[in-house]
């Protein structure tokens, strides 16, 4: 397999240099964390259940006019994005009760919101993300107003059609994080939808059920991680043929 040099690797992904420049190759391991690392693990095949969704729904919002940086997936495990500038702020769309939330303001999980709310967290591990306001992310230089606008406004229309969508296949979209990234072409920048999208940042539950199908299993030690990310593959009508079979990383230069 073709050698590439390493340029970043987080919890879930690796980020190598891509095949152009402007280029990056995403590869999404089977890795697991919850509560800014301090819970470890491996659910199998989640690499390549993420690579897949997070492709699946990057094209869906693609077509309705969401800038992203996804280009193309390359195969079970990567995926083509274009190289972004990280904002180093996660976007938290809540519809439902759930998580920190919850304990935060003591509601019940699965109480219903009066309407969607976004929270802003600082990416920082160190500091365990902490929440932050408009003021302090416009005050401390981590993104203009302008920026922070056009973040609202997209995670707004991401929640939109994402409710939509995974209610028609049967799942609730209680919250979900986005990351967003600053795209410049020649002189000109425009905010993207960076990152991914999948079990592993979107809290999905069965409508009927309320059966959680995602990485609330792991951080709760619910049992069947697995299943249920396969689960939410299934209903989007996109798991691999004979499940999710691995492949193996590519080659580094440290």
């Known amino acids: 397999m073709t050698r590439r040099r390493r340029i970043y690797e987080g919890k879930a992904k690796v980020l190598f240099e891509g095949p152009e ?3 990056l190759v995403q590869y999404f391991k089977d890795d697991a964390s919850a509560f800014n690392n301090q819970k470890k693990g491996v659910i199998t095949g989640k690499g390549v259940l993420n690579n897949r969704i997070s492709e699946y729904l990057m094209s869906r919002l693609s077509e309705i006019g969401v800038p992203t940086h996804f280009v193309r997936r390359l195969n079970m495990r ?3 994005v274009r190289e ?22 003591g509601i019940p999980e699965g109480t219903p919101l009066p309407r969607s709310i976004i929270e802003y967290y600082y990416k920082s591990d160190e500091l365990n993300d902490p929440m932050v306001s408009e003021e302090h992310i416009t005050a401390f230089g981590w993104a203009a107003p302008a920026d922070l606008d056009d973040m609202v406004a997209l995670s707004l229309r991401v929640n939109d059609y994402l409710s939509g969508l995974f209610l028609g296949n049967g799942l609730r979209l209680v919250d979900f994080k986005l990351e967003f990234g600053r795209l410049w072409e020649n002189d000109e920048m425009r905010i993207v939808l960076a990152d991914e999208i999948s079990p592993d940042n979107c809290r999905l539950w069965d409508v009927k059920t309320n059966e959680k199908l995602d990485k609330d299993r792991f951080r709760q030690d619910l049992g069947k991680v697995e299943e249920a990310y396969q689960e939410v593959a299934r209903r989007l009508g996109i798991l691999p043929e004979g499940g999710p079979s691995d492949v193996k990383g590519p080659k580094t230069l440290q």
């Open 21 to 23: 420049p402007g280029t």
């Open 78 to 80: 990567e995926q083509l």
């Open 84 to 105: 972004v500038e990280i904002i180093p702020i996660e976007v938290v769309v809540r519809n439902v009760a759930a998580g920190s939330l919850s304990k935060r303001f």
